[in-house]
């Protein structure tokens, strides 16, 4: 088949047309077909990898293209919007395999790694403005992935961050495209995440990449090296950046940015240090077509007991926790009356007395230093993949704000530098409109409500969600002056505490236990809301303290 052949038959599967689709389909079926027919039988024996690529270069080999093509075939029988996609994708796979070819399957148990596939938004029951964003993310991006599946939970903040992401990556800007996408890579890599590291260098390649740039940091142009110390800081100490770093890379001669690139960028940084967070948070599974989501093999009995046991999508399973689960019904349904009393009668103080100025610092001193105790967990994901090439010294990761031994770095007070009245004009107007989508972003996540907590109607949870969303900016040593911290406490428990340093601060060490131990009687759905809430006071919290260095360089 011929490459631009090839694509076009791909590319029409994306079309909200459905005749336009029903050609790009009965194409691609006479084409795998036809290969098919070529190569003959594999007699039981499995074919060679297939590229990790969704659209890769031209294949080498006719076995590589048709490997290629079926891993296709499957993405799109499994992660597509189309109805009519994923059913006539399904059959041609079908054909293939009764013309004794080896057909591949997905490796993981859905999107997450934490909650059962039948508990995600199944494609072709989602409501209408789900199906909207989906269809235009697959229109947009030529894939539906399992950060998108998983964000279709909200679909109001989906949309904002698909809008948000589209601007980032591919409507014109400061940097160039693939600049884009290898900065990406660099900001993933930072935090181990080999999910986001696989999709940009595919993305990366697809945009004109070189693939040389892909061998480590040291590859890449003089110029993106540069990053690598912001990079770094931005990542794990985000309040040790200084104009200094800032004229560092303004004034590298021939290496240097413009101010317009170099806020690109740090958006860019913490766009994605942030999405590793929820990444990590919400246990996402490799894509399907990506390394680890796929395999030729045949699955042994043995190993697919204990893939489904481990996965949680197994009756045995299911009869071996029975017990457990109703040994701590009452006792989970009793953890949410306590928070909703908490609530209750914290907003009962606040109508009855205010704490003085005084009063207050103290309490955000205590709850700093107190966070010095709330350490992430020691245990390791599962993922093993190497993405270290992508950045330098991987020694350097999270240190307490408040540590004792450590530099004085003074609090950060929100009202000297906010976000409302400073950040967003200043991105606004060196890259014009991210601003305004950085801006609704935040106000959606941090606003978002359905007015219930677990089995409970009727609910205001802003008190909650001001408090988790402040427990993170002090972590980071931003205090806002007009907070309570001491509610803090009240609100968030020793386990939801350590789930949510471990998630924003080493994200890599998230496991399925800490996912599962906090908040046990609440909905996946209002656990993926955390999550949300976690990314973007991460993402705000890291760009205050870029935007505050620029902004002293610039005075």
């Given amino acids: 088949m011929e490459e631009a052949d090839g694509a076009g038959r791909w590319d029409g599967l994306c079309s909200r047309d459905a005749g336009l689709r029903e050609v790009a389909l009965d194409g691609v079926r006479r084409a795998v ?64 395999q009764e013309m004794g070819v080896r057909i591949p399957r997905p490796l993981g148990q859905g999107p997450s790694e934490f909650i059962s596939e039948k508990e995600i938004l199944q494609l072709g029951r989602e409501d209408a403005d789900t199906r909207v964003l989906f269809i235009e993310a697959f229109a947009t991006l030529g894939r539906l992935d399992n950060i998108t599946l998983l964000m279709g939970f909200h679909p109001q903040y989906l949309d904002s961050f698909l809008k948000t992401q589209h601007y980032l990556m591919q409507v014109d800007g ?51 090296q540069t990053l690598s110390e912001v990079n770094k800081i931005l990542a794990h100490r985000p309040w040790l950046i200084t104009k200094d770093h800032i004229e560092k890379l303004l004034k590298a001669e021939e290496h240097g940015w413009s101010l317009a690139e170099l806020v690109h960028v740090v958006v860019l940084l913490t766009h994605y240090h ?18 680890g989501g796929h395999t030729f093999r045949l699955p042994s009995v043995g190993s697919c ?43 009962e103080c606040r109508d009855e007395e205010e704490a003085s100025q005084e009063e207050m610092a103290t309490r955000f001193e205590r709850e700093k230093m107190e966070s010095l105790y709330v350490a992430p967990t020691d245990e390791e994901s599962v993922d093993t993949r190497d993405v270290s090439r992508h950045f330098e010294d991987p020694s350097y990761g999270y240190k307490d704000f408040s540590r004792h031994g450590e530099q004085n770095v003074p609090t950060f007070r929100a009202q000297d530098y906010t976000w409302e009245d400073h950040g967003y004009s200043l991105v606004n107007r060196l890259y014009p409109d991210v601003g305004q989508l950085l801006d609704e972003k935040f106000q959606i996540v941090y606003n978002l409500t359905y007015n219930t907590m677990a089995m409970h109607k009727d609910v205001d949870t802003s008190m909650l969600r001001r408090a988790i969303w402040n427990y993170i900016h002090c ?22 505490k350590v789930y949510i340093k471990t998630v ?33 006071a991460r993402m705000q919290a890291e760009l205050l303290y870029a935007l505050t260095a620029i902004t002293r360089y610039l005075t």
Wanted: charged letters at 20%; a negative charge.
């Fill in 305 to 347: 007991y204990v893939c489904d046991f481990t996965n949680g999508n197994n009756d045995v399973e299911s009869l071996l926790n029975g017990q457990e689960e109703s040994e701590q019904g009452t006792e989970t349904a009793c953890e949410v009356e306590a928070l909703m009393e908490k609530m209750k009668r914290l907003q």
């Fill in 33 to 96: 077909l036809s290969l098919t027919e070529q190569l003959g039988p594999t007699n039981g024996k499995p074919p060679a990898p297939a590229p990790s690529s969704l659209c890769p270069a031209a294949p080498l080999s006719p076995t590589d293209g048709l490997n290629d093509y079926l891993v296709r075939l499957l993405v799109l029988s499994r992660r597509c919007p189309f109805g009519d996609v994923r059913d006539k994708c399904g059959a041609i796979l079908q054909a293939v």
């Fill in 504 to 536: 924003v601060c080493s994200p890599a060490k998230t496991t399925k236990r800490i996912y599962d131990s906090f908040w046990r009687q609440f909905k996946h759905s209002e656990k993926i809301h955390v999550n949300l809430l976690l990314m973007e």
């Fill in 274 to 291: 942030s999405l590793a967070s929820f990444t990590y948070g919400c246990g996402i599974n490799p894509e399907i077509h990506c390394d």
């Fill in 475 to 496: 972590m980071f040593g931003i205090r806002y002056d007009d907070y309570d911290y001491g509610e803090i406490n009240h609100l968030l428990d020793r386990n939801f």
């Fill in 174 to 224: 400061p940097l160039p495209y693939h600049y884009r996408h290898y900065i990406a890579i660099m900001a993933a890599a930072r935090h181990q995440c080999s999910y986001l590291v696989n999709l940009h260098v595919n993305d990366f390649l697809q945009v004109g990449g070189d693939p040389k740039w892909l061998a480590g940091l040291d590859s890449a142009p003089r110029k993106l």
